[in-house]
T-cell receptor
Framework: DAGVTQSPTHLIKTRGQHVTLRCSPI?????VSWYQQVLGQGPQFIFQ???????GRGNFPDRFSARQFPNYSSELNVNALLLGDSALYLC????????????FGDGTRLSIL | GDSVTQMEGPVTLSEEAFLTINCTYT??????LFWYVQYPGEGLQLLLK???ADDKGSNKGFEATYRKETTSFHLEKGSVQVSDSAVYFC????????????WGLGTSLAVNP
């Protein structure tokens, strides 16, 4: 069975640009969460979507947005990129919202020049 | 707010040594607790979980027991292998707190042959 897939695997952008990251959850999983992991630190929660609605938001600026599609795949959008946005962006899917183990993709490595 | 505290790394052990990585938490209610592992260059993988007090999670020779009285979820393995070299993250999921995983900072483990 396919796990969580993310695309692209690597991305290089310059300051001020925008970026769209994509995530396909495990088949049957309806919840998708996004995390930012800066090198050497633990993941920081950005968003959770369940049944195509936003169910949780972390402490990130409005430059960060996301959505979930009817097939439960998801996109994370970041506008007006800053150098500090350089990080590994992780997508995780789970069956439901509460106390469900999350299954992570390998992430998208975003580098801002 | 909810938080997770892990012992600082890096931890360096010889093959077949005993491993303990300490994890304590602060949370309201009754969170679920998880250990995730991140191998070099890879995404996060769920290692084990426990959903209520006194539960023991186990996988691949690793174990952790949910101790509510000491608010701890220490990870142990009786005999580590070189292939266990990775970063280990303790996390909690408290459904009453925005439904997101709260992560420790991670503990890097290096096992030498």
């Amino acid at each position: 069975d396919a796990g969580v897939t993310q695309s692209p695997t690597h991305l290089i952008k310059t300051r001020g640009q925008h970026v769209t990251l994509r995530c396909s959850p495990i088949s049957g999983h309806k919840s998708v969460s996004w995390y930012q992991q800066v090198l050497g630190q633990g993941p920081q929660f950005i968003f959770q979507y369940y049944e195509k609605e936003e169910r949780g938001r972390g402490n990130f600026p409005d430059r960060f947005s996301a959505r979930q599609f009817p097939n439960y795949s998801s996109e994370l959008n970041v506008n007006a990129l800053l150098l500090g946005d350089s990080a590994l962006y992780l997508c995780a899917s789970s069956l439901g919202q509460y106390n469900q183990p999350q299954h992570f993709g390998d992430g998208t490595r975003l580098s801002i020049l | 707010g909810d938080s997770v505290t892990q012992m600082e790394g890096p931890v360096t052990l010889s093959e077949e040594a005993f491993l303990t990585i300490n994890c304590t938490y602060t949370a309201t209610g009754y969170p679920s607790l998880f250990w995730y592992v991140q191998y070099p260059g890879e995404g996060l993988q769920l290692l084990l979980k426990a959903t209520k007090a006194d539960d023991k999670g186990s996988n691949k020779g690793f174990e952790a027991t949910y101790r509510k009285e000491t608010t701890s979820f220490h990870l142990e393995k009786g005999s580590v292998q070189v292939s266990d070299s990775a970063v280990y993250f303790c996390a909690l999921d408290n459904a009453g707190n925005n439904r997101k995983l709260i992560w420790g900072l991670g503990t890097s483990l290096a096992v030498n042959p």
